[in-house]
């Protein structure tokens, strides 16, 4: 039986686990503040992000029960965060017009706003999705 509200992606985890060390899989599956130790440690010094290779199955079903799926996609907007946060893309993706143009002339508000999405993206994506 498929599961009905699949918000997050196993291989997309599994990608984004290769750089494990910069917290990257953590923040994907709605877990900031490992996330963020795993920014400053390197991946618990590589152990953390070793362990994680067994744990993303389970990272990846947390996800799917906390998060709301819908019009949102989870994936597309984690890969605009990831790679063009600082110009707001995502944020347009979720309909924040007013916020993305503002992420895009400042810079992500000078790199505040791009560390504040990673902290937020999943229930602001699910707040959306709620609606």
Same mark, same amino acid.
């Given at each position: 039986?498929?599961? $009905?509200? =699949?918000?997050?992606?196993?291989?997309?985890?599994?990608? !984004?686990?290769?750089?494990?060390? /910069?917290?990257?899989? *953590? &923040? %994907?599956?709605?877990?900031?503040?490992?996330?963020?130790? %795993? &920014? &400053?440690?390197?991946?618990?010094?590589?152990?953390?992000?070793? @362990?994680?290779? &067994?744990? @993303?199955?389970? !990272?990846? *079903?947390?996800?799917?029960? *906390?998060? *709301?799926? #819908? +019009?949102? =996609?989870? /994936?597309?907007?984690?890969?605009?965060?990831?790679?063009? #946060?600082?110009?707001?893309?995502? +944020?347009?993706?979720? #309909?924040?017009?007013? $916020? #993305?143009? !503002?992420?895009?002339?400042?810079?992500?508000?000078?790199?505040?706003?791009?560390?504040?999405?990673?902290?937020?993206?999943?229930?602001?994506? $699910?707040?959306?999705?709620?609606?």
């Amino acid at each position: 039986m498929a599961d $009905t509200n =699949d918000t997050h992606l196993k291989s997309v985890g599994y990608i !984004l686990w290769i750089f494990g060390f /910069t917290g990257a899989h *953590r &923040f %994907y599956f709605g877990k900031p503040i490992s996330g963020t130790i %795993y &920014f &400053f440690t390197l991946g618990l010094l590589g152990i953390g992000w070793l @362990i994680d290779l &067994f744990l @993303i199955p389970s !990272l990846d *079903r947390q996800a799917s029960i *906390r998060f *709301r799926s #819908g +019009r949102v =996609d989870y /994936t597309l907007v984690w890969v605009l965060l990831t790679f063009l #946060g600082l110009l707001g893309i995502h +944020r347009m993706a979720m #309909g924040k017009w007013p $916020t #993305g143009i !503002l992420y895009l002339l400042t810079g992500g508000i000078f790199g505040l706003g791009y560390l504040y999405d990673f902290w937020t993206l999943n229930d602001q994506i $699910t707040v959306i999705n709620g609606s």
